[in-house]
């Protein structure tokens, strides 16, 4: 995976896009999701009920807190 070192406001002019998934692929410690390019800080969308989950760390079995604050999910 490419990266980019760089100082000052992010501005995009088509703005950003997520990886999509569902709450059962987060949950699942063998998804791609969580065993492929996770690290801490990493943003999904769940395309059907629009909430972001953000992981915790890089580890598969680490947690995804819920953009609404009601959860956290931990994969296993």
């Keep these: 995976m490419a990266?980019?070192?760089f100082s000052g406001p992010?501005?995009?002019t088509n703005g950003f896009v997520l990886e999509s998934s569902t709450a059962a692929i987060v949950g699942d410690v063998d998804a791609a999701v969580n065993t492929q390019f996770k690290v801490a800080g990493k943003m999904v969308v769940d395309l059907t009920t629009g909430l972001i989950y953000v992981a915790t760390g890089s580890a598969a079995a680490d947690?995804?807190?819920v953009s609404d604050a009601s959860t956290a999910v931990t994969p296993a």
């Design 3 to 5: 990266t980019t070192t």
């Design 63 to 65: 947690n995804w807190v």
């Design 10 to 12: 992010v501005v995009s």
